[in-house]
């Protein structure tokens, strides 16, 4: 049997919506993304949303617009995806690694406590896999740095939740993605939530060049206009062509969200008997479940990735931790040990097909490659060790 690491959802439905946009004389940002913020802004709760193109547009567009550049530190976890730390590295800023959670793998407020300095500008804590750190937590921790900005990366949690809480209520403000594997996607995209105004208002210039107003405002009919360059920007809107594939996205979020929560305690409760080790909950939340990683002993991991791919099985490896990558290790001199719980999880980390669409057939068949084929790998391992 095959069974894909993802299947996405579009449709001939969708080719319609882009079509629709195609027949008007506006494909860049225009008045369908504006609907689409309005939406997000209902979902989230919060005073204000943007569309950009990627998580990592959004994101150089928000450090842009705190300001952030050379001398600057930026705080973020070792498990993430690059694009967390590159976007700091980008202008010229220092990304600053802390070690995260053994059980939850998620960063702690002690951890960035004790990474802060005097040229700390920001933090980006991650909603890894789908579950939310406690931005709360963290923002009371850092009560004695009010300038400090918190910057949530939720490009893993659209759904999530913590004590009934979104994305966005108690931060800076916070990015989604919505690139092509995302639970909500329009193929490259992404979105900010904010309830701070001025940001907002600066927001809108850094998405777009720094320009003092945008193309659809520009090109309304009437005398020209000129428009004026009042800050550094980013280009990070988004085009309504893609815009427009995401109402029927959003609006099925929560539905697709229950399959995959139902996927996710199938493969847990199947999983429980066996060697693999899974991350622990974290209380008081709605996991959102944008992927499920399990962790093999390091030393097998690889032929594990092996064994899974011979059988058919579509699997990646979120994530090795980013300050072991070459460019952060030959940069920043990191060696091995600096953050012994985030490497070992990426040494160990493997994830499993996790998507709406996934049947109970072929989840089946992973739960029994899984018991038959890689526990007793595991089992004669020399090092068994799973935990740090
Ligand atoms: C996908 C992802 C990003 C980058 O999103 P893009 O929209 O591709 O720029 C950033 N952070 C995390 C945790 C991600 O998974």
């Not at 910057?151 to 004590?163: N, P, Q, R, V």
């Not at 360059?229 to 959003?250: E, S």
């Not at 032929?303 to 460019?327: C, D, F, K, Q, W």
Request: aromatic fraction near 8%; charged fraction near 20%.
């Amino acid at each position: 049997m095959q069974v894909p690491f993802y299947r996405h959802e579009l449709a001939s439905e969708d080719a319609k919506l882009v079509a629709d946009v195609l027949s008007t004389p506006f494909l860049t940002s225009g008045t369908v993304g504006r609907a689409v913020e309005a939406r997000l802004c209902d979902y989230f709760g919060t005073k204000h949303a943007l569309l950009v193109n990627s998580w990592t547009n959004g994101a150089l567009a928000t450090l842009l617009a705190l300001g952030v550049g050379p001398g600057d530190e930026v705080i973020v976890p070792t498990q993430t995806f690059v694009a967390t730390a590159n976007v700091i590295e980008i202008l010229g800023a220092k990304a600053v690694f802390v070690d995260v959670d053994p059980d939850t793998l998620l960063m702690t407020a002690a951890g960035v406590e004790s990474a802060i300095t005097s040229r700390t500008k920001a933090v980006i804590p991650v909603h890894l896999y789908g579950q939310m750190i406690d931005v709360l937590a963290l923002r009371n921790s850092l009560r004695a740095h009010p300038n400090i900005a918190i910057i949530e990366d939720s490009a893993h949690c659209f759904e999530g939740e913590l004590a009934g809480d979104k994305p966005g209520k108690h931060s800076t403000c916070a990015i989604f993605s919505f690139y092509a594997t995302k639970n909500v996607t329009c193929g490259e995209g992404g979105a900010i939530v904010t309830n701070n105004t001025p940001l907002y208002e600066v927001l809108l210039q850094t998405r777009l060049h720094g320009m003092s107003a945008e193309a659809v405002d520009r090109f309304k009919l009437g005398a020209y206009r000129h428009w004026d360059m009042v800050r550094m920007g980013a280009k990070a809107n988004l085009p309504d062509l893609l815009a427009c594939l995401l109402p029927r996205q959003i609006e099925a979020a929560d539905k697709k969200w229950e399959r995959r929560n139902e996927l996710a305690n199938w493969y847990e409760a199947n999983l429980s008997d066996t060697p693999i080790r899974l991350p622990k909950h974290v209380g008081n939340a709605k996991h959102a479940r944008h992927l499920f990683p399990i962790h093999v002993p390091p030393g097998v991991r690889d032929e594990i990735l092996a064994v899974l791919g011979a059988n058919g099985i579509g699997v990646t490896v979120n994530y090795r931790a980013v300050p072991s990558m070459a460019y952060y290790r030959e940069k920043y001199g990191y060696f091995e040990n600096n953050f012994p719980v985030g490497e070992h999880w990426g040494q160990g980390t493997i994830s499993l097909p996790l998507f709406p669409s996934l049947t109970t057939e072929e989840q089946k068949y992973v739960i029994a490659v899984l018991k038959n084929k890689v526990t007793p790998l595991i089992e004669n391992t020399p090092d068994r060790r799973t935990t740090t």
